[in-house]
């Protein structure tokens, strides 16, 4: 048994990706940078993109992040955020929300089986869609 552990750890290590810690919200910072701007003003601020995460689910997680572009990448994790889940109603991890000038554009929720039911391309097109939408 000892052995079949340890023959798994790597492949059940494959579906987390280390985000850095800069990219970690919680309730006190989740409001100020959902509504960042990293440019000259409204019409050239970027989406930002917030994973919502829970570790009994890291396997599930949105690996792909760092490919994600023209847009601000977060992640929350969902014990220490419980104002945020309550208030974008989270009620699976993992849950991602496209935020465009700190309204909410886009979600993609896990279902039952806790899997996100969407991938890169899919999240891509939400955030250009969100910068489409805001030239006009």
Known sequence: MKYLILILIPFI???????????????????????EHKAFGD????????EFWAKFNEV?????????????YYRVDIAKAPEA????????????????GGVKE??????????????????QEGINEANEASKF
């Open 13 to 35: 290590s494959l579906g987390q990706v280390d985000v850095p810690e800069e990219y970690w919200l919680d309730d006190s910072n989740f409001e100020d940078k959902i509504k």
């Open 43 to 50: 019409d050239q601020s970027l989406p930002v993109v917030v």
């Open 85 to 100: 889940k309550k208030k974008y109603r989270v009620r699976m991890a993992p849950t991602i929300i496209i935020f465009k």
């Open 60 to 72: 599930n997680c949105f690996a792909e992040w760092d490919q994600l572009k023209d847009a601000t």
């Open 106 to 123: 886009t979600v993609f929720k896990a279902g039952l089986d806790l899997e996100l039911p969407a991938n890169l391309k899919e999240i």
